[in-house]
């Protein structure tokens, strides 16, 4: 029966020999990102579910790990030469912002790769053997990343780069390292040694089925792995807590001031206590005594009728109202918090220069808001939460309580991104006037939204 001929398996990756060692550049390795405590437990278990031959690490803490499934002599257990991650190499060289390589290979092959912050990105690192498909690959990538740094030959503005600087980074963090042994890893001379006991035919057919469905079933898990991308995850759960506050927006303190400023003080011989808003809530509470020739009929007359009004005791009243609904309720803007140096240079020179007319000002130190950690669904069922990543910054709260006559709060400029939780007004007509002093003491509480240093 005549040897049924072969037909040559397609590379998904290529090969590049390191000038004078026995050694080789890999490109176009598989990465994508594995979650957990141990990244390096993780990303063996991983290769080894997938039948990955290699893998190797974008860096030692980096989530981002590359999976290769080697053909032919690669996937050998005793090889002279060792396989080096050129992803990897180009990532060490670049741990600073975001680069993107497009190099020509000796094969007239094109490899492009993409580096963000010192880790190779999922899908970015990959082979064309076609120039037309790997510039549109370049320029999807451009169009994806920005300002990014660009490598190689095919851009006029790009930085010259050449394989030579590849092999200079081939070290333990790029080596490609076995992920386990597997029968494919025998030597051909045992697999001779075996033939013997076989009859040729069958084991060149069933040889060839193996093969075939091994490399099948591996990449439909790698193509069943969730792809995970830890920034946009943290950006959309930072976005729906921004949802949640509420600040002044445009138009300021200034309509909540007036808001108390307009309460009557003496309404139908009543004497006005203090008056308490809390625009959160979009409720004003003022509080009222009863003088001698005052009773509740007068009180009801002199108010207005939207107001509700309760009756503590026979010398106590509590009238309260609803504020607009646009009062210090405007949503939050995450692209305008205040970063520590405007706080620094901008909005405390302004307090510094009203503090002469404020009784006192406090404001605490930058701290945590309430922020749900996303999570991803694993393969078991169960719920992983995702790392953030140093690139993605929290907000966070500043706490500010000032007291101070009414009249210097109108003086008080406020980030557009502060919130209001309480103002309230006492009523003490017999306080002599002074700058620190009057006859409306009022004391401010509220958060300032700013950017986490």
């Not at 300002?147 to 070290?171: C, I, K, M, Y």
């Not at 025998?186 to 040889?207: C, H, K, N, Q």
Request: net charge positive.
């Amino acid at each position: 029966m005549a040897r049924r001929e072969k037909t040559p398996r397609r590379l998904s990756y290529r090969l590049v020999a390191i000038p004078g060692t026995s050694n080789q550049l890999v490109f176009g390795v598989r990465w994508q990102t594995v979650l957990g405590e141990d990244p390096q437990k993780e990303a063996l278990r991983l290769a080894r579910k997938v039948k990955a031959t290699h893998f190797v690490h974008s860096d030692a803490r980096s989530p981002s790990v590359g999976l290769l499934i080697a053909k032919g002599k690669e996937r050998r257990a005793k090889t002279r030469a060792s396989l080096f991650s050129a992803a990897s190499a180009f990532a060490q060289m670049h741990r600073h912002g975001t680069h993107i390589v497009a190099l020509n290979l000796p094969d007239k092959s094109v490899w492009i790769a993409v580096v963000i912050a010192g880790v190779v990105q999922a899908g970015g690192d990959a082979v064309f053997a076609d120039l037309q498909a790997a510039q549109r690959a370049l320029d999807e990538a451009l169009a994806r990343y920005g300002e990014a740094q660009v490598h190689g030959d095919h851009r006029t503005q790009s930085r010259p780069f050449s394989l030579q600087q590849l092999a200079a980074h081939t070290n333990q963090q790029s080596s490609l390292r076995r992920a386990g042994f597997s029968l494919a890893m025998i030597s051909p001379f045992w697999w001779t040694i075996l033939g013997l006991f076989l009859v040729y035919e069958a084991w060149d057919i069933g040889m060839s089925y193996w093969e075939e469905r091994q490399a099948r079933i591996a990449q439909e898990m790698l193509a069943a792995q969730p792809e995970v991308d830890p920034a946009t995850l943290w950006k959309k759960a930072i976005a729906a807590w921004a949802k949640t506050a509420r600040t002044l927006g445009d138009p300021g303190l200034t309509p909540l001031l007036q808001q108390v400023e307009s309460v009557p003080t003496a309404p139908g011989r009543w004497k006005l206590v203090e008056v308490d808003c809390r625009p959160q809530v979009r409720s004003c509470v003022a509080k009222y005594r009863r003088t001698r020739l005052a009773d509740n009929r007068t009180l009801h007359a002199a108010l207005p009728p939207t107001w509700k009004i309760e009756h503590v005791d026979l010398e106590s009243a509590n009238a309260s109202w609803t504020v607009p609904a646009g009062l210090a309720a405007q949503p939050l803007l995450l692209a305008e918090l205040p970063d520590a140096k405007a706080m620094r240079q901008v909005w405390e020179p302004s307090w510094q220069a009203l503090r002469p007319a404020l009784q006192d000002l406090s404001l605490s130190a930058p701290g945590q808001v309430p922020i749900s950690v996303p999570n991803v669904k694993l393969a078991n069922g169960l719920e992983q939460p995702v790392i953030r990543p140093k690139e993605i910054k929290l907000p966070a709260t500043r706490a500010l309580v000032i007291n101070a006559p009414l009249r210097s709060l109108y003086g008080l400029a406020l980030p557009r991104t502060s919130e209001v939780t309480q103002l309230q007004m006492r009523y003490a007509p017999e306080t002599t006037p002074g700058l620190t002093t009057s006859a409306f003491v009022t004391t401010l509480k509220g958060t300032i939204y700013v950017e986490s240093p």
